[in-house]
């Protein structure tokens, strides 16, 4: 199966507090912006996406269609196709995408420790 990009989604007390902690660490911003209230930082492949107050809990992210760059990628397994794999194999879902559709969708589930899981696919 191929879930595309993947990052970690961070719930954050303060974003530039803990833009410049990754900062220290060598991420640079790669996306988004302070008056968005998320930015996601880059530091090779690795990508970390700070967000303030949108979720509660830290995010286990994957981008199908896209690589670590956000590039398009031109062979990628459709969120609706993950969506009915995982449901094949027993794995309940929180949020799915609409049987039929196309294009822009996602899913949510939680794994065995109730972390939580985002199949979020832009194209």
Excluded: C
Excluded at 41 to 64: Q, R, V, Y
Excluded at 70 to 75: G, H
Excluded at 98 to 104: E, I, K, L, M, R
């Amino acid at each position: 199966m191929k879930l595309g990009a993947f990052s970690i989604s961070l719930s954050v007390k303060n974003l530039q507090v803990s833009k410049e902690f990754y900062e220290h660490l060598g991420f640079s911003v790669f996306a988004g912006s302070d008056e968005m209230n998320y930015l996601i930082m880059k530091n090779e492949d690795s990508l970390i996406g700070l967000f303030h107050e949108m979720f509660e809990k830290n995010i286990l992210t994957f981008n199908p269609g896209w690589d670590q760059n956000a590039k398009n990628l031109d062979s990628f397994d459709d969120v609706r196709s993950i969506q009915a794999h995982l449901k094949s194999k027993g794995i309940p879902l929180a949020q799915e995408a609409a049987d039929g559709s196309s294009g822009p969708a996602s899913i949510l589930f939680f794994d065995p420790d109730g972390n939580t899981i985002l199949i979020d696919q832009h194209r």
